[in-house]
């Protein structure tokens, strides 16, 4: 499967910005799919993630409250909606999926098999 992240930018604090990653070339709707980031000078970082079922969602920590992750399996694609955005949230976004994922694995990034290319998200103080 391929897939193209889309939709990061500007935006100032307190803003909110949707991010998207369309998939084309596999069965969407059977891999787990997720968003994970990268700051300059820092390690990757797990965002959030949304199960096959399109019912059971897991989030970062530092994310919690402020993002969201759904998919559309009719466009295949998968959305992350952030809102009340902070300085510290400015990173590169990749979108990763995989369709066969454990829980126990699922904020792990080396455990998804195929990404997306990443888009920057800057958030302005």
């Known amino acids: 499967v391929q897939l193209q992240a889309s939709g990061g930018g500007l935006v100032q604090a307190g803003g909110s910005l949707r991010l998207s990653c369309a998939a084309s070339?596999?069965?969407?709707?059977?891999?787990?799919v997720a968003w994970f980031r990268q700051a300059p000078g820092k390690e990757r970082e797990f965002v959030a993630a949304?199960?096959?079922?399109?019912?059971?969602?897991y989030y970062g920590d530092s994310v919690k409250g402020r993002f969201a992750i759904t998919r559309d399996n009719a466009k295949n694609t998968v959305y992350l909606q952030m809102d009340s955005l902070k300085p510290e949230d400015t990173a590169v976004y990749y979108c990763?999926?995989?369709?066969?994922?454990?829980?126990?694995?699922?904020?792990?990034?080396?455990?998804?098999?195929?990404w997306g290319q990443g888009t920057l998200v800057t958030v302005s103080s």
């Open positions: 070339g596999g069965t969407f709707r059977r891999y787990t």
């Open positions: 949304l199960r096959s079922s399109g019912s059971a969602t």
């Open positions: 990763a999926a995989d369709p066969q994922i454990i829980l126990s694995s699922m904020r792990m990034g080396d455990s998804y098999d195929y």
